[in-house]
């Protein structure tokens, strides 16, 4: 086997075998379980490098085998696949140093990093997809072993979660399968290409293709938490802060956003599916997501359900740009994959530290916690402060992206709805920087661990880290190599095809 081929490989191996063995160890090998975590997310982050800069150089990955006549598994490295590839492989090394300090003293470690390791590598499976084939045999095995993570802490409340989760999600792959078995039958075996492969069946085809259409749309769209197929993500917080985490930023909902690029742009291709007519609906579903899970956000005061309802709203951003017609509008889709998930893996991080760290769970508690917790409450304001758009954070990028993308495309009510999510996003966000950073504290905290002033080093260093890439990519952002670049690399690719 080529290297070519054994590469792709590597990057779904390096969390899976790393996985199959943590099943097995007795919960007292701390440090053998926490070697293998990073040593297998170090070897992946090494490999999307490397395939990065080769890539890069135009060289190829891929990874196929047969299964049914006519029906191949496919890994291949493609400029979009690296982008979110180099996001959940980053991310995860981080996660995976967040959820070794969080979950030191819990019990079934052993069991919560198998299931986080395979989590990861389905993930890394959906990235690489490179036809709807293999998208979806590694989105179903997502589904599989995240429902572990969710009901990870056994209480009424995360196993009732956990219900939910497959309530949505199981009719939902079903829906995924009439698709892909539909689609199979209309087109034959074919991979993902620049400006998609759906165009020449079109003739005689249009209703069928429409359908075609609703029917991934929805069936990616309850993993991507579009209104109404939201439902189960609030109820997932549940769940501890590193599952919370791989949920929002890494994995499940920002699977969910990624397939439903895959499918606009490299199944149907983005000009033939304006010319079907279904990109003006998806741009409406869209934008009420936007908007509603704002409002929701405004209403909780438990502190991950904001941000849950947070996450329904922004990653919507990532779909609004991708069914808005244009160039800019792409960009901006693209880039706001990468800077959501690192502006909303810092506030779930954050979060999680402020309730390991002093039992904070609410909004309302959390007056006086900045001069408590500084250095969390910095990097829990530079997220926020990126969700409402405020330069020089990444959010601000994306949301310019966006906003001239849609003024590109002649939808100028799209600038209206981002213009009012960004209000909405400073109305739930403001209060709670301004509780945490000018408030007096308002009696004892509901409890502290009593280790130190902020959080423990193994909480604080990967929530400082990804606050610190939620600036620079944002200051940095035309340089060479960073997520805006290749966001034009992509898009030229998806509107020349080639």
């Given at each position: 086997m080529s290297a070519q081929a054994w590469v792709?490989?590597?990057v779904v191996a390096s969390s899976l075998l790393p996985g199959l063995v943590i099943f097995l160890l007795p919960e007292d090998r701390r440090w053998l379980r926490a070697t293998l975590n990073l040593a297998g997310a170090f070897a992946k982050l090494g490999l999307v490098g490397l395939m990065l800069w080769n890539v890069g150089r135009f060289q190829e990955f891929e990874a196929r085998m047969t299964v049914l006549p006519g029906l191949d598994l496919v890994l291949r490295a493609d400029e979009l696949s690296l982008l979110f590839l180099t996001l959940s492989a980053l991310l995860w090394l981080l996660t995976t140093v967040y959820a070794i300090g969080?979950?030191?003293d819990s019990p079934h470690r052993s069991r919560f990093f198998g299931f986080f390791s395979l989590c990861v590598s389905a993930t890394a499976g959906i990235a690489l997809a490179g036809n709807l084939f293999t998208l979806f045999v590694f989105y179903e095995i997502l589904t599989l072993v995240t429902y572990p993570l969710v009901i990870h802490r056994g209480t009424p409340a995360a196993l009732a979660a956990g219900r939910t989760y497959l309530?949505?999600?199981?009719?939902?792959?079903?829906?995924?399968?009439?698709?892909?078995v539909a689609s199979q039958v209309l087109t034959g075996p074919q991979d993902f290409v620049g400006a998609?492969?759906?165009?020449?069946?079109?003739?005689?085809?249009a209703t069928t293709l429409v359908l075609l259409f609703v029917a991934l749309i929805?069936?990616?769209g309850v993993k991507a938490a579009l209104v109404p197929l939201h439902g189960w993500l609030p109820l997932a917080m549940v769940a501890p802060a590193p599952v919370s985490a791989l949920l929002h930023a890494v994995a499940v909902v920002k699977a969910g956003a990624f397939a439903i690029v895959r499918v606009v742009y490299e199944v149907f291709g983005v000009e033939f599916a304006a010319t079907l007519g279904v990109?003006?609906?998806?741009?409406?579903?869209?934008s009420v997501t936007i908007l509603y899970g704002s409002l929701r956000a405004l209403m909780q005061d438990e502190l991950k359900k904001r941000l849950a309802y947070s996450t329904v709203s922004q990653v919507s951003y990532i779909v609004l740009g991708t069914a808005l017609l244009g160039p800019i509008a792409t960009i901006g889709a693209l880039v706001h994959l990468v800077h959501q998930g690192l502006m909303k893996i810092t506030l779930f991080f954050s979060a999680g530290n402020y309730a390991e760290t002093l039992g904070v769970h609410h909004v309302s508690e959390m007056d006086g916690i900045g001069r408590r917790m500084p250095w969390t409450t910095a990097a829990f304001t530079v997220g926020a402060l990126g969700m409402i758009g405020v330069p020089p954070v990444a959010g601000f990028v994306s949301k310019l992206y966006l906003g001239a993308g849609a003024a590109q495309a002649g939808q100028w009510w799209a600038i209206g709805v981002l213009a009012g999510s960004s209000l909405l996003n400073a109305m739930y966000f403001l209060p709670v920087l301004h509780r945490a950073w000018f408030r007096p504290q308002n009696g004892p905290w509901p409890h502290e661990d009593g280790r130190g002033r902020d959080a423990r080093p193994m909480l604080l260093l990967p929530v400082l880290l990804t606050a610190l890439f939620s600036l620079g990519v944002g200051v940095l952002a035309t340089m060479p190599w960073s997520p805006l670049e290749w966001a034009h690399l992509i898009m030229r690719k998806e509107y020349v095809g080639g």
């Open positions: 792709p490989l590597a969080y979950l030191e309530l949505y999600t199981v009719p939902a792959g079903a829906l995924l399968l009439l698709a892909v998609g492969y759906l165009k020449p069946f079109g003739e005689g085809h929805a069936g990616f990109l003006t609906p998806l741009a409406v579903v869209a």
